[in-house]
């Protein structure tokens, strides 16, 4: 109990130094919002009346201080370069990149868990050897070349899906899927890789336990033996990379939603970036940094019930 | 276990989904289906940050929203023509100081009021006010008071007369907003135009749908269009082989430009704009200061070469801050050839041979590729450019053209009619505008005839002094399926039109 409590507060207190580190790190961010919105016909003057109007000109504390009492709330403001309030727009914008994300992982996992342990069990045959190889060039490959390249075949090739955009799925779940499977795979297959090299790397040290050999000696195959008591060790290490993978993904969904023009958190941040509409950035960096960390907290927990030794030992 | 197999259950069923639904793309690519329809999406590369051009800097608002949500009294037509727009027709009274518009009595806002006097003067005077901060405003400057005799008559008087400011009353700082409708400019538009903005989402798209109730000089013909913002160049021409878009507006892949010709399904048109691309140099500091060295740089510039790398060619060759389009062009392209050995000599005589000096870059494309040619071309004639990428346009705005920090830079000056303001006192080129104040403002003051003729004297002493490199004119490459009418190839006014946008 006491572990959990203590593992709470360092939770909370990451996530104040984060809003401490981002609201710093835009306050050194060259160039600023009166000046993009100004523009090339602009003066001195210009730019200033702008920064007023923006409340730029307030000291750095109030600044902080209204953002994160907003947030408390759960109101990330109003934006001063789009005029419309900022938490709607990180809501819609998490939506897409969550569904991105998690259909990612799970296909990621779906790919793997099957490949890693029949790769582990085929291990010195040709078969396994192919499975590795094949996992090699996946984890080589960059998901925005992934990208490019399915979006070459399925969508300019054979014209079965989309190339860009995005259908939220009120406006039916056909289009919706056909728009989602594409960024979905280019995340998938690079994740898959990466995880299968784990998950057998994780079955083989499990296959060299003593319990399995026990159960070999008692008369069960190797697969069966590791179906009934190896499997569930082996997801120890598997979930532990998976939660830490999970965070490469959501900074690999910034780039896959670029290159197929997808209104989620990656494609927000730029345009944020890009205007120095820094309440925008700020609202959305945190909501990444709360996200990933909250995936750690997770994992953490998830280990201790998997593990019965980490939570008789907490 | 049996959580972790009820998990993986339940995700391949969602799996099976996923690769059981197939294709919904709709690859209505076959021409004869397109005649029916009512609907057109047109790919733009940037965003309107907000709807409200009136605070807000930027040609995404305008491009989008003038000419087909506000109207000015005036617009400019392809040919770069002023044409009657909510006026009729105009007098301008013998001093050439007072216009007298009449007003289209058929006009009405989105809101269904009618479009009056005091709405236009209620508009032109709000551009002077504090609620106005685009600093582009500063054209009405010349206004000196707005008069509404009746609701279908104002009256302008200018403070002196101006050849220029009928033109600029086609821009943004002309549209006329209803005095209901400014509340939340950034986020609804109350317009005179042909199209209203139906929905604006951010990240994705703008939809317009047609008016029923719009009499105007310019209706339009499809009751749905959109225009669909891709950051990513490829993405957009991806879109459109694929059928999911139907028109590009500027090409920004010329590269591909090729492809889409040999393509019978679709059709290219390369249009001019009103966008210089200008080798900026530090007039006012450091090493461009003195004007051997900056004719040195131009005679080493074969701007030809340098668009042919960075463009694909697709692109005018103009050597002063003049567009074809505009009156008072003239070819001035000769007057600093590509001559290396010339050069190379004038890098001697200003003795900056092997001084190293930074050549600032904005993050664009054209810029990038602009740049690396051009650097190429100058190291050859004993130069040392350091090449700065610099974000634009935030990190570009603040260090280049606000800080002055730069010797050298490379950047498109989109605005019309713009040598003025690039070449002004206190501009970032630090060009010493003494020499062409007075003749332009004579020029300003004066008849049409001396009106063109005192402005290409400002351009061709600009151009003389060595002011600036002027690479190319940005072209405006539009691509379309091939049935689509009614394109504006030519982007010579703020607006990307949509009215004429037709199926044949």
């Known amino acids: 109990m006491r572990a959990l409590a203590s593992r ?28 993009v919105a100004a523009g090339m016909s602009a003066t001195a003057e210009d730019v200033a009346r702008i920064e007023q109007e923006f409340g730029l000109d307030r000291p750095l ?73 094949l996992s090699q060039v996946g984890v080589a490959v960059p998901n925005f070349l992934a990208a490019i390249l399915l979006v070459m075949v399925f969508s300019l090739g054979l014209g079965w899906f989309p190339s860009s955009g995005w259908q939220a799925p009120i406006f039916g779940i056909g289009g919706f899927l056909s728009h989602l499977i594409l960024p979905v795979f280019s995340l998938a297959l690079v994740q898959g890789a990466i995880l299968t090299r784990y998950v057998r790397s994780a079955v083989l040290e499990i296959m060299r336990e003593d319990y399995l050999r026990t159960a070999r000696a ?96 907490a | 276990m049996s959580r972790l197999s009820a998990a993986v259950a339940g995700t391949a069923v969602l799996a099976l989904t996923i690769t059981g639904c197939g294709a919904g793309a709709d690859s209505s690519t076959g021409s004869e289906a397109n005649a029916d329809r009512t609907d057109i999406i047109v790919a733009h590369t940037a965003e309107p940050v907000n709807l409200d051009f009136t605070t807000t800097d930027g040609a995404a608002i ?114 006329v907003f209803h005095p209901d409708g400014v509340d939340d400019l950034a986020n609804t538009a109350v317009g005179s135009g042909p199209y209203e903005v139906e929905e604006f989402t951010r990240g994705q798209q703008i939809v317009f749908t047609k008016r029923a109730d719009y009499a105007g000089a310019t209706p ?47 059709q290219v048109a390369e249009g001019t ?54 009156p008072y062009y003239e070819d001035l392209t000769d007057v600093w050839p590509h001559d290396v050995e010339k050069a190379k000599e004038l890098v001697e005589e200003a003795g900056i041979e092997g001084e190293e000096f930074t050549f600032t870059v904005p993050s664009r494309p054209y810029a990038q590729a602009s740049a690396e040619m051009v650097a190429a071309q100058l190291e050859e004639i004993g130069l040392k450019p350091d090449i700065v990428t610099q974000e634009f346009p935030a990190v570009w705005l603040d260090e280049t053209m606000t800080n002055h920090d730069y010797d050298m830079s490379v950047i498109n000056h989109v605005e019309a009619r713009d040598l003025l303001t690039v070449f002004g006192e206190g501009y970032y080129t630090g060009y010493d505008s003494s020499g062409i104040e007075e003749i332009a403002a004579a020029a300003d003051e004066g008849t049409e005839e001396e009106y063109v003729e005192g402005m290409k004297e400002v351009a061709r002493t600009i151009t003389d002094d060595a002011a600036a490199g002027f690479l190319y004119l940005f072209p405006n490459l539009v691509v379309a399926d091939a049935t689509v009418t009614g394109l504006p190839v030519n982007a010579v006014s703020d607006s990307f039109q949509i009215y004429d946008l037709a199926w044949s």
């Not at chain 1, 504390?61 to 408390?72: F, K, N």
């Not at chain 2, 009746?150 to 200018?158: K, N, P």
């Not at chain 2, 891709?230 to 492809?259: C, H, M, R, W, Y």
Request: aromatic fraction near 6%; charge should be negative.
């Open chain 1, 218 to 313: 008692k008369g069960r195959t190797s697969a069966s033996a590791l179906a009934v008591h190896g499997l569930r060790n082996a997801a120890i290490p598997v979930v532990t990379v998976a939660g830490v993978q999970l965070a490469t993904l959501l900074i690999g969904a910034v780039v896959i939603e670029q290159v197929f023009v997808l209104p989620g958190m990656g494609s927000e941040l730029v345009r944020a970036v890009e205007n120095r509409d820094l309440l925008a950035v700020q609202a959305i960096v945190m909501v990444l940094v709360f996200l990933v960390l909250a995936l750690n907290l997770i994992i953490d927990l998830l280990y201790t019930l998997l593990d019965p030794r980490v939570r008789n030992a």
């Open chain 2, 273 to 326: 704009t009103n966008g210089e691309v200008v080798l900026s140099m530090n007039n006012a500091d450091g090493i461009f200061a003195d004007q051997t060295a900056r004719e040195a740089v131009l005679h080493g510039i074969d701007e030809q070469a340098v668009l042919d790398t960075a463009w694909g060619g697709h692109g005018t060759m103009i050597g002063s801050m003049v567009p074809p389009t505009d």
């Open chain 1, 8 to 35: 709470l507060l360092q939770f909370v207190l990451t996530v104040w130094a984060a809003t401490v580190a981002v609201f710093a790190l835009m306050q050194i961010l060259p160039g600023n919002a009166a000046q």
């Open chain 2, 62 to 175: 305008p491009q989008a929203l003038m000419e087909n949500v506000y109207e000015s009294l005036v617009r400019i037509d392809q040919d770069g023509e002023i044409q009657p727009a909510l006026a009729t027709e105009w007098e301008l009274s013998d001093d050439r100081l007072t216009y007298t518009f009449t007003l289209d009595e058929n006009a009405t806002f989105s809101n269904g009021e009618p479009v009056t006097a005091d709405d236009v003067k209620f508009s032109y005077e709000r551009v002077g006010s504090d609620d106005w901060t685009n600093a582009l405003g500063a054209k009405m400057d010349v206004v000196d008071s707005i008069a509404a005799p009746d609701d279908q008559t104002v009256e302008i008087t200018l403070a002196n007369p101006s050849n220029t400011w009928l033109f600029n009353l086609a821009s943004l700082v002309g549209a």
């Open chain 2, 220 to 266: 339009g013909e499809l009751d749905t269009v959109t225009f669909r913002y891709f950051d990513d160049a490829v993405a957009a021409s991806n879109a459109l082989k694929s059928g999911q878009i139907d028109v590009i507006g500027n090409l920004q892949t010329p590269e591909l430009t090729s492809d889409f010709e040999a393509d019978d399904t679709k």
């Open chain 1, 61 to 133: 504390i109030v600044q902080y201080g209204d953002w994160v009492t907003g947030m408390l709330q759960g109101d990330f403001g109003t934006s001063y370069v789009t005029d419309a309030p900022i938490t709607p727009l990180v809501l819609n914008s998490i939506q897409v990149t969550l569904i991105l994300v998690v259909s990612a992982m799970v296909l990621a996992l779906l790919i793997a868990v099957p490949l890693g342990t029949l790769a582990a069990l085929l291990r010195g045959r040709s078969l396994g050897a192919v499975l590795s190889g």
